[in-house]
């Protein structure tokens, strides 16, 4: 956590390599200039609850940054004040001028960077765990792969309107260790206002599907089984078990799990039950082992379990306990 009380900024220095230095303090970047570096100057400060960091920057020269392997993931939302903001994905390239938003999820990015011989911009640089969570949870299945977020927001669109509003108020109650810092429900309902405005209004990959199961809602029998699933995820269930609580047959239940959720029962049952081992391998209280936590969801060959959590998430299940830092981290997956 970085949290400073003091005014003023926490670091600053007068070359573009201290600024690298001192920047993986927060998170590690590559970065590199295409400009003279003589009296080159910067000044930085962050805060953060572990979910959700604001930082603060300036500087007197362009710059460009790139997520290394070891750099967590993030959806980054830049804020200039002065200058331009700007992120290259492959050909393309977006920026931002003061009054505007910028996104980036910042290993789907190349690069981002500041221009201007006034640079100054604040970031809040969200979990992408809460993204990717908040558009599985809506979805009802989990994502994978990129979410191919667009980067601009449309700053006359009412969705655009609310969405500036929100970072903006984030970002005032948390500059200076601010009273959101101080306010833990407060800064979770924040949060997750601010990834169901990403997922349902920010343009991305899974938008159309969003739109569809809004405006499709599940017929009575579905919602039926997806209870019985939920209260019983941790039980053996067949599918005839989860057709008789919804007082269905197998076919129809089969049949309206492919109309309105795209997938099979069994499929939507296996979802359920990959999200919640996730949910205990991302949980540092959980001292179960990850073969453990693989029998308690249903899953009985590790190895099968692992391949399938990784084309799933992105990392493997020892992955994702070393990334929140978990005690049994490097606990052994057998199959």
Request: aromatic share 8%; hydrophobic share 40%; charged share 20%.
């Amino acid at each position: 956590m970085f949290n400073n009380s003091e005014l003023g900024p926490r670091w600053a220095g007068t070359n573009f390599e201290s600024m690298l230095e001192t920047l993986v303090e927060v998170a590690p970047f590559e970065g590199y200039t295409t400009d003279a570096m003589e009296d080159f100057t910067w000044s930085a400060n962050a805060w953060s609850n572990g979910t959700l960091t604001l930082s603060e920057m300036a500087c007197n020269r362009p710059w460009h940054l790139s997520a290394t392997s070891g750099t967590p993931e993030w959806l980054t939302i830049m804020v200039p004040r002065d200058g331009i903001c700007g992120v290259t994905l492959g050909q393309n390239t977006a920026t931002a001028l003061p009054g505007q938003l910028l996104l980036g999820q910042n290993h789907e990015v190349d690069r981002f960077f500041v221009q201007g011989t006034l640079h100054r911009s604040e970031k809040l640089h969200l979990d992408w765990s809460v993204i990717s969570q908040t558009v599985g949870e809506l979805l009802e299945a989990p994502v994978s792969g990129s979410l191919d977020l667009l980067p601009q927001v449309d700053q006359h669109s009412p969705a655009g309107i609310l969405f500036k509003n929100l970072v903006e108020t984030i970002i005032s109650g948390m500059r200076e260790d601010g009273v959101l810092l101080h306010s833990p429900i407060a800064m979770t309902n924040l949060t997750q206002a601010l990834g169901h405005l990403v997922a349902r209004s920010m343009p991305h990959r899974y938008s159309r599907q969003l739109e569809k199961k809004i405006f499709a809602p599940a017929p009575w029998h579905i919602r039926r089984a997806i209870d019985f699933m939920r209260a019983n995820i941790s039980t053996p269930i067949t599918m005839s078990m989860v057709a008789h609580a919804a007082n269905v047959s197998v076919r129809t239940l089969e049949t309206g799990f492919r109309t309105f959720k795209e997938t099979t029962p069994a499929a939507y049952l296996r979802t359920l039950r990959l999200r919640a081992a996730r949910q205990d391998l991302l949980d540092p209280s959980n001292r179960l082992e990850i073969k453990d936590i693989c029998l308690r969801w249903g899953f009985f060959h590790g190895g099968r379990f692992s391949a399938m959590y990784r084309s799933v998430y992105g990392e493997t299940p020892q992955e994702a306990r070393r990334r929140r830092g978990h005690p049994l981290a490097n606990s052994r997956l057998k199959s």
